[in-house]
């Protein structure tokens, strides 16, 4: 019986290396700079050292002097959260579009008015929405800051000085469910001498809002899409395109897709039975057994 419960689609794929990569980026950056930091509590000492380090850099750089060291590196430390927050924004944005853009067959309801993008991606697809209720607060939080971020530079707007004490948005961020049971969501950012004070856990928290959000809308297109979408694309995608690198070292296509939908996309305990059955006698199904089985044939298992 195929078990979809880890089940991911190249998008999901796509969004957690993503998402690896910010966590990564995010924590070596601001480690280094708190490093530096702590070099010395002297100021003359620790500008000399950063603007040493700006020489040593490879960079066509010339030396920097700093009036307040300690203060350039808080800055640092922000701006590094300010861009990371636009990058957790584009990410999700490729996301979303991806999901929006490539399976108009399946929606079910005509675009709606009002609602961010993923309101409306569930109303297109007629898909039940409770089960992120609880994130979309939070979401809409972090796309607000991002605006101010992209196009006031950091300066807050009304909209995020309102919603910094909405009481949804703090219920979401008191109540949120942490991985490690028993732990309390990092407080929001505040507002400070006319800008957001963004930390480093800011667009971390951020990027697993998004990824809860992309987990659910997979599992979700998976039950949309069905076994038989999956098993075709890679039918057609290997076996009739013949992506460079195709093997068929399994002994017929049924056997093949089976392979990949589990190596590639995480379906488990399928059968061949089941992949037969998804694919029933459609044509272009036939044409991988015979593709494939030729193919074999010529190039050996």
């Known amino acids: 019986m ?26 070596v950056a601001t480690a280094a700079v708190d490093h530096l930091g702590s070099f010395s509590k002297d100021p003359m000492i620790l500008g000399d050292k950063i603007s040493q380090l700006i020489l040593d850099a490879g960079e066509r750089w010339t030396r920097t002097t700093f009036a307040d060291p ?3 590196l808080d800055a ?13 924004y584009s990410s999700f944005n490729v996301f979303s ?5 490539s399976y108009n067959d ?35 939080f972090y796309e607000v800051a991002r605006h101010c971020v992209a196009h006031q530079m950091g300066m807050p707007n009304k909209q995020v000085s309102t919603l910094l004490s909405d009481v949804a948005f703090l219920s979401a961020i008191e109540n949120w469910p942490t991985v ?17 004070m963004l930390s480093p856990h800011h667009p971390i928290t951020y990027s697993d809002v998004c990824l809860r959000i992309v987990r659910d809308i997979d599992s979700k297109l998976f039950e949309t ?28 296509a049924y056997a093949y897709i089976r ?11 399928l059968t061949i039975s089941e992949i037969r059955q998804s694919l029933g006698g459609d044509e272009e199904a036939k044409r991988y057994y015979h593709k494939y089985n030729e193919k074999r044939l010529c190039c050996g298992p």
């Open 225 to 252: 899409l069905g076994l038989k979408y999956y098993a075709k694309r890679i039918g057609r995608r290997d076996i009739l395109q013949q992506k460079p690198g195709f093997e068929p070292v399994q002994r017929d």
């Open 2 to 27: 195929a078990d979809f419960s880890n089940a991911k689609s190249e998008h999901q794929i796509a969004y957690l290396l993503r998402h690896a990569e910010l966590n990564n980026h995010v924590k």
């Open 97 to 101: 579009d991806e999901i929006d853009g």
């Open 259 to 269: 392979h990949k939908l589990s190596t590639e996309h995480g379906i488990s305990g």
């Open 180 to 196: 490690i049971e028993g732990r309390k969501l990092s407080p929001p950012p505040s507002i400070s001498d006319g800008c957001l």
């Open 106 to 140: 399946y929606k079910r309801n005509a675009e709606t008015e009002g609602g961010n993008t993923i309101e409306r991606i569930y109303s297109k697809f007629d898909w039940n929405i409770e089960s992120i209720s609880y994130l979309l607060p939070v979401l809409n």
């Open 70 to 72: 300690k203060a350039e």
């Open 76 to 88: 640092v430390r922000r701006q590094i959260s300010e861009m990371a927050i636009v990058r957790v």
